[in-house]
């Protein structure tokens, strides 16, 4: 997965509504030094930075923060100096220094795929997470009905996404089915893609966990976090059965 970082930021150049959620979330938490987990090519900490933040990114996967420099070489010299990244796991981070507000944004928490990976998540970003300072994580909110349509079975491989690249002319065309295994809460994508016409389809499949409201409380309050709000999409609605988001607000107790 995130095997080619320019193709993701070419699939995701239509997704702001979160960009513009998260610089309010800074503003409203009074943010002043903020951790994003999982921050992949930048896409919301460049903003963040440029909009004066102090922000600290990290991710696993070095094709994407290698993305994340180049985009963020093309900026002005206080946005360089306002993000620093680090290429680690969110499971298992130390940086010596508190933080404001630690995120994770746009799904990037479904990849923590056992318990244990998400408690250990919540175990750093506790130590890390400044006295009054926030823990905000977003995700899809359930969609039983897609669920249903999967449950233990795969569906017909789709065309999702077919579009040129007008600068290389390379095109991108991505086949997905899903499956959903309810015991395991686990999602199943295999997918079919190129990047060329040309090139022979690849198959590859992203397994992600799904998450349902009342664990993610449970995974707050044995974590030593109070879940101050849940929003429900990045207005700042309020989280109700036909959200599309769960964005929660933990407080360390
Ligand atoms: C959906 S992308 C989100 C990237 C960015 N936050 C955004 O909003 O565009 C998910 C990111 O999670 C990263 N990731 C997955 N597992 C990780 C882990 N254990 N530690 C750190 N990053 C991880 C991937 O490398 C990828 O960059």
């Known amino acids: 997965m995130y095997d080619n970082p320019y193709e993701y930021d070419i699939e995701n150049e239509d997704v702001v509504d979160d960009i513009t959620f998260w610089a309010e979330a ?3 938490y009074r943010a ?28 696993i996967n070095k094709g994407m923060l290698e993305r994340c420099s180049l985009k963020l070489a093309k900026e002005g010299e206080d946005t360089q100096k306002n993000l620093t990244l680090h290429l ?9 220094e508190a933080f404001d507000l630690i995120f994770i944004g746009f799904n990037s928490a479904n990849h923590l795929l056992s318990i244990e990976d998400q408690l250990r998540v919540f175990k750093c970003v506790h130590k890390h997470l400044a006295t ?4 905000m994580l977003d995700v899809h909110s359930p969609n039983l009905s897609l669920l249903a349509a999967a ?9 999702v996404t077919d579009f040129y690249v007008s600068d ?3 095109r991108i065309q991505q086949y997905n089915s899903r499956k959903y295994s309810p015991e395991e809460q686990l999602w199943s994508m295999p997918k079919k893609s190129n990047s060329k016409a040309s090139e022979k389809m690849r198959t590859t499949t992203d397994d992600v966990h799904v998450y349902f409201p009342r664990e993610l409380h ?3 309050m044995h974590s030593g976090f109070e879940v101050e709000d849940v929003y429900g999409d990045y207005s700042f609605g309020e989280f109700n059965s036909s959200s ?3 964005i929660f607000v933990g407080r360390k107790v």
């Open 32 to 59: 002043k030094r903020i951790l994003e987990l999982a921050c992949g090519t930048g896409r919301l900490a460049i903003p963040l930075s440029k909009a004066g933040f102090s922000v600290t990114g990290l991710d």
């Open 26 to 28: 800074a503003k409203r």
């Open 132 to 135: 009054g300072g926030r823990f």
């Open 168 to 170: 290389s002319g390379s």
């Open 244 to 246: 599309p988001r769960m």
């Open 218 to 220: 449970l995974l707050h």
């Open 151 to 159: 449950m233990d079975s795969q569906t017909e491989l789709k065309l």
């Open 88 to 96: 680690c796991d969110m499971r298992d981070f130390d940086f010596n």
